[in-house]
């Protein structure tokens, strides 16, 4: 996902994608079948990629002076480049003892960029004028943040801790932790009526529609 000169065209594609992963899930409750566990498997990965990329390419647009969803341009206060490069520079430089020079940042230097304090942090070091609409954005009362990335790792690596830390997911959400990661998500917690899985991504969605406004 790319930074954009418009914060409507970010937010158009990050949630088109997320609506393109959300549809098959949807109908999906445990058992799952050895397909249905690969088709979850892959949109929980798939998802809290995108997110990741969203807030860094968000964060991006407001460094190179995009305009928000509600037309006022994005300014801020430190002096940087106006390029990409330069506001990738920046962020990995944020509380960073001995900066980095320009060409030297790799991936590894980045913010966590899926996490709301990383997120925050950069942009309040950078001074965007557009800070308080990002914050309004990831204060969602939603357990989308701390929970999904532990059952994303799972998936990823499939060892036996971050077994026994998704089996703690299911406890923190009420289900039962015996449930295989993949009958976990499509689970419904108390009271909804979509599966777990499907409430995630769409308070993902819900954060991205605030945060381009």
């Not at 800070?131 to 943040?145: K, M, P, R, T």
Request: a positive charge.
């Amino acid at each position: 996902m790319r930074a954009r000169r418009h914060l409507s065209g970010l937010r158009k594609s990050a949630s088109r994608r997320l609506l393109t992963l959300r549809v098959p899930i949807i109908p999906l409750s445990p058992p799952l079948s050895q397909d249905s566990d690969r088709l979850v498997a892959y949109t929980v990965i798939e998802s809290w990629n995108l997110w990741s990329g969203f807030c860094r390419s968000l964060y991006v647009s407001c460094a190179i002076g995009a305009v928000t969803e509600g037309g006022h341009r994005i300014s801020h206060l430190q002096p940087i480049g106006s390029a990409a490069t330069d506001a990738i520079l920046f962020a990995a430089n944020v509380g960073r003892n001995k900066p980095l020079q320009s060409g030297r940042v790799t991936p590894r230097d980045e913010p966590a960029w899926q996490d709301p304090h990383a997120l925050m942090r950069v942009v309040r070091a950078l001074g965007a004028s557009n800070e308080a609409q990002i914050s309004a954005g990831l204060s969602l009362q939603s357990d989308v943040y701390k929970r999904m990335p532990t059952i994303r790792n799972f998936f990823a690596h499939r060892g036996e801790v971050s077994a026994q830390k998704a089996a703690g997911v299911a406890r923190s959400l009420a289900l039962n932790p015996s449930l295989r990661p993949s009958d976990l998500v499509v689970s419904c917690r108390s009271r909804r009526p979509q599966n777990v899985l499907a409430d995630w991504i769409d308070d993902l969605r819900a954060s991205i529609e605030i945060a381009c406004q």
